[in-house]
Structures are given as structure tokens and as C-alpha cells.
């Protein structure tokens, strides 16, 4: 069993920066990869990025340029930094585990855990 809390979120100004943090319980947290999705008001849960065991990465084309995924094993710690936040950047944002941790490809229906999101609100 792992557990994941998000923390980082906050209200920011387009053009600003935020750094997401999600912490995991557990041992097993160097075997999973690790996934960034978000949920804006009224649409559907997307995917952001992707982080495996081996640290090779996978964006959304949108956050691709502006987005970076990185893991502290020592820490159990996944992170998204995000930078020249836009407006259309607001929504619940949710990591992820998964089992396939040497794994590139990854659908949402992959992911074995969630955390429960931490909101991210860019303002124009």
C-alpha cells in the first residue's frame, strides 16, 4: 500500500511559478513510477507527466516547454515544477503511482494510487 499527499498548490499570478510536491509512504516508493494529472472544473482528468524508475520523462504537449517532473528517492518524493503559469494551468492537480515503474507509457487506468490534489489557480 502507498500513500500520496500533495502539497504546493496555491493562487498565482499568470506568468508565475509553483512547485508541486507529493510525498509517498512506504519503501517501495524507487520501484514506482510516477504521474502528475489534473482535473479542471467541468472537465475531465488529464494527464500531465510521467517520471519512471530509470528518471526518463513524458509531458502533455501543452506543459511540455514549461513543466519539469523530477523524483527524490530519498526523500519518497515526487515534484512538478511549473513554470509561465496560464490561466488554463487551474485545476485539482493529482500524483500518481504505478507499478510499471520502467514503463514510459502509462494510461490513467494504469496508476495503482492517488493522492487526494492540491489546487493550483492561476489568475490573468
Known amino acids: 500500500q502507498v500513500q500520496l499527499v500533495e502539497s504546493g498548490g496555491g493562487l498565482v499570478q499568470a506568468g508565475g511559478s509553483l512547485r508541486l510536491s507529493c510525498a509517498a509512504s512506504?519503501?517501495?516508493?524507487?520501484?514506482?513510477?510516477m504521474g502528475w494529472f489534473r482535473q479542471a472544473p467541468g472537465k475531465e482528468r488529464e494527464f500531465v507527466a510521467r517520471?519512471?524508475?530509470?528518471?526518463?520523462?513524458a509531458y502533455k504537449d501543452s506543459v511540455k516547454a514549461r513543466f519539469t517532473i523530477s523524483r527524490d528517492n530519498a526523500r519518497n518524493t515526487v515534484y512538478l515544477q511549473m513554470n509561465a503559469l496560464k490561466p488554463e494551468d487551474t485545476a485539482v492537480y493529482y500524483c500518481?503511482?504505478?507499478?510499471?515503474?520502467?514503463?514510459?507509457?502509462?494510461?490513467?487506468?494504469?496508476?495503482?494510487?492517488w493522492g487526494q490534489g492540491t489546487q493550483v489557480t492561476v489568475s490573468s
Open positions: 500518481a503511482a504505478d507499478r510499471q515503474g520502467w514503463s514510459l507509457a502509462g494510461t490513467e487506468g494504469s496508476y495503482d494510487y
Open positions: 512506504g519503501r517501495t516508493f524507487s520501484t514506482y513510477a
Open positions: 517520471i519512471t524508475i530509470g528518471r526518463n520523462t
